[in-house]
């Protein structure tokens, strides 16, 4: 990992923002540079999605630097390309783990992404932890945010000297089975204060993930803890409600379901019900407003989410990811369309095989 670029890009005074993804993944990643690296404004995103009134807002705000987070932002390098122009001097760095379209680390710019190197699952979480290491940062004290991160992201495979490294300093901590281990619990109830409060709770999440000495202050925390017991009574009710109205495509190993509750928890549902059925296509979606919320989720591997997702929701809303679990925006008088074109694209691709 080449350092000489970020280090005096991370370090710089002036008007900085760290803008980074709304998910464990993200928070965790963000609290990590934040205990070594200060100054910066939070602007916690859903997504890559850039609405023309959040390019100017940024514009606005003249940062000599912008630090992206978990965030797949060179899927819109045209308004990243405008924003530069915008504000001459700029300088960003990206910190990004999903499948790229474009390499933003010209000139100034820094573009770290372990899928330029191979196929690699690698969430930013440890990156950002292995890069604080390589920049001479005390951070092994706070390896158990990195392993929360990485587990909250499903990146175990390919992290497992990191959390390795977390059970050795914290013993108990991973156990046998990442998946169902303290951490990983810690990571659920963390998560369940987005679900309650939105960005309000990306917010709280990441100011006491920034502050916890210990994951032992995380454990006996009681807001999370009330946050973890209420979004389970939810997650139950909406789990057996999803039996009695999911909808199956047998012949395309498909299941539609789209869920009705105030909590925004359409990703964690889509994650639930794919380990449940992970020969299956899982497709979640959410009204939000004018929008539909679709996570996508699929174990098999043989067809990739992030393309399919790219494909279906072309001119009516954005969307991408990770080949194994996507999502997108969906606008809500198009839903229909989105969903024609979902089956007609399995259609042809199981054709295919």
């Not at 001097?89 to 000139?107: S, Y």
């Not at 105030?262 to 990703?267: E, F, H, I, P, T």
């Not at 043989?302 to 954005?318: F, P, Q, R, W, Y």
């Not at 809500?332 to 074109?341: H, P, Q, T, V, Y």
């Given at each position: ?117 191979g196929d690699l699952y690698i969430p930013a979480s440890c990156m950002v932890y292995r ?20 587990i909250g992201d499903y990146g175990i495979e390919d992290c497992r000297g990191l959390l ?190």
């Amino acid at each position: 990992m080449d350092t000489r670029k970020i280090k005096p890009l991370l370090a710089s005074t002036g008007k900085k923002l760290l803008v980074y993804h709304s998910d464990l993944d993200g928070m965790c990643s963000a609290a990590l540079m934040l205990r070594f690296f200060g100054g910066f404004e939070l602007i916690p995103r859903e997504g890559p999605m850039m609405e023309d009134k959040f390019v100017r807002a940024l514009a606005e705000r003249k940062p000599s630097v912008m630090v992206v987070l978990d965030i797949p932002i060179d899927q819109e390098w045209r308004k990243v390309e405008l924003l530069q122009k915008q504000v001459p001097g700029m300088r960003l760095a990206v910190i990004d783990h999903h499948v790229p379209e474009k390499d933003l680390g010209k000139g100034g710019n820094v573009h770290m992404n372990p899928r330029f190197g191979g196929d690699l699952y690698i969430p930013a979480s440890c990156m950002v932890y292995r890069l604080l290491e390589e920049l001479g940062c005390d951070v092994k004290p706070f390896v158990w945010i990195a392993a929360m991160g990485v587990i909250g992201d499903y990146g175990i495979e390919d992290c497992r000297g990191l959390l390795r490294e977390c059970e050795s300093r914290y013993p108990g901590s991973i156990g046998k089975d990442p998946m169902k281990s303290r951490i990983k619990d810690l990571g659920d109830h963390v998560m369940a204060s987005v679900i309650l409060h939105g960005q309000k709770g990306v917010s709280r999440s990441t100011e006491l993930l920034l502050k916890a000495g210990s994951y032992e202050d995380i454990r006996g925390n009681k807001y999370f803890s009330a946050c973890g017991e209420k979004v389970a009574a939810e997650l139950r009710r909406i789990l057996a409600d999803f039996e009695k109205r999911k909808k199956e495509h047998p012949g395309l190993d498909l299941i539609v379901y789209r869920l009705q509750s105030r909590l925004n928890v359409a990703s964690t549902i889509s994650t639930i019900v794919a380990a449940k059925h992970p020969d299956k296509i899982v497709i979640i979606e959410k009204i939000s407003g004018g929008w539909v919320k679709v996570s996508a989720r699929y174990q098999a591997g043989d067809i990739s989410l992030n393309a399919l997702m790219k494909e279906t929701v072309a001119g009516i809303g954005s969307g991408g990811g990770h080949p194994k679990a996507a999502g997108g925006l969906v606008a809500r008088k198009d839903i229909g369309e989105f969903e024609r074109r979902l089956v007609s694209r399995l259609t042809e691709l199981k054709g295919k095989a």
